[in-house]
């Protein structure tokens, strides 16, 4: 079965640091664009970051410097390096497959999300 | 704020049609995603591209675009239809970063 499972979610304070894992199974995470999306309950989508196939990465102006995102070719995993961690980063966690043809990009396959809960 | 801009709620009557919008400037040259999410589930990806819709997406969902606005348009539209539904594309700049619209949450009456 093609999926994503998201752990490593939690509760951690303000200033802290957390790594998501995201591991895939029915497909190669290094034959893929890889991403990250999160959403704060209520609210609606924000793109975080992503990592391409050659191992480019790129991050969300809101996360830069502080999120990196980085893949395990050897687990099929890949993660999100969270440090300095704020209240506003509070948010479920989704890990999505990207999808970029011509003029067209889509996130086409998501896991169920993994919560993060930062106390101030 | 985001760089895609969407009605924050929408309604439609159970069998009828309704389009959903999307405006940006970064639609005049990349095509909209778009996505269903239901309370409690992750999002689904419902049409991308011109018009493309995933396996197992039902063909009264279908996409349009003009200009900075691009559509969603469920022909149609059953019970099961009622969720909140966002587009994205990349950012105005181009850059490898991608923005979503604030979302719309579609009631069938």
């Known amino acids: 079965e093609v999926q994503l499972v998201e752990t490593g979610g939690g509760l951690i304070q303000s200033g802290g640091s957390l790594r998501l894992s995201c591991a895939a199974s029915g497909f190669t995470v290094s034959s893929n664009y890889m991403s990250w999306v999160r959403q704060v309950p209520g609210k609606g989508l924000e793109w975080v970051s992503v990592i391409y196939r050659g191992g480019s990465t790129y991050h969300a102006d809101s996360v830069k410097g502080r999120f990196t995102i980085s893949r395990d070719d050897s687990k099929n995993t890949v993660y999100l390096q969270m440090n300095s961690l704020r209240a506003e980063d509070t948010a479920v966690y989704y890990c999505?497959?990207?999808?970029?043809?011509?003029?067209?990009?889509?996130?086409?396959?998501w896991g169920q999300g993994t919560m993060v809960t930062v106390s101030s | 704020s985001s760089e895609l801009t969407q009605d924050p709620a929408v309604s439609v009557a159970l069998g009828q049609t309704v389009r959903i919008t999307c405006q940006g400037d970064s639609l005049r040259s990349y095509y909209a995603s778009w996505y269903q999410q239901k309370p409690g589930q992750a999002p689904v990806l419902v049409i991308y591209?011109?018009?493309t819709r995933p396996s197992g997406i039902p063909d009264r969902f279908s996409g349009s675009s003009s200009g900075n606005t691009a559509s969603l348009t469920i022909t149609g539209a059953q019970a099961e239809d009622e969720a909140d539904y966002y587009c994205?594309?990349?950012?105005?700049?181009?850059?490898?970063?991608?923005?979503f619209g604030g979302g719309t949450k579609l009631t069938v009456l």
């Open positions: 999505a497959t990207l999808y970029s043809g011509n003029k067209a990009d889509a996130f086409d396959m």
């Open positions: 994205n594309s990349r950012d105005s700049r181009g850059n490898l970063h991608w923005v």
């Open positions: 591209g011109k018009n």
